[in-house]
């Protein structure tokens, strides 16, 4: 059997990433202040749904990271908030370019980086999980085996 490679979950730029999320989501949310790109192209209730998914992105990435338990759980609840920060970074940019100017284009850049590396992540944690299953299931096929006389 070959030897399980899992990439380190602990990996500094998505932490540093999940953990600004939710800060920049409680801030927008209590001090009702939002980007001039964010209230003008997403209507109110959009506008909540996103500070609320920057705040459980953060949430649910940090506690999948850390999580106790079964590896694979872990790794699912990250590979959840990854999947969802790529969309909510994703629909910022979208703001950002719907506001075109020199100073989007700027920010747009770094939101799309931001973005690419949320899918690029949640592809290795998907791949990582595959390999999981994989290792899962020869354990146990050698297992049956060594049970059958």
Partial sequence: MRYLRIRSRHQ?????????SPICGVLMLTLDVRPTSVQTSMPAPVQAAWELGLILVGVGGLLGILWPGR???????ELASVLVLGTITG?????????WS??????SSFVV???????????QIAVDLR?????CRCVTDLQLQGSIP
Wanted: proline fraction near 2%; glycine fraction near 6%.
């Fill in 12 to 20: 500094p730029y998505e932490v540093a990433v999940l953990v600004t």
């Fill in 71 to 77: 590896l694979s759980t872990g790794l699912g609840l």
């Fill in 91 to 99: 629909m910022y940019a979208v703001a950002l370019v719907s506001l």
């Fill in 102 to 107: 020199q100073q989007s284009l700027v920010a």
């Fill in 113 to 123: 980086a931001v973005t690419i590396g949320s899918i690029w992540r949640a592809i």
């Fill in 131 to 135: 390999r999981l299953v994989r290792a």
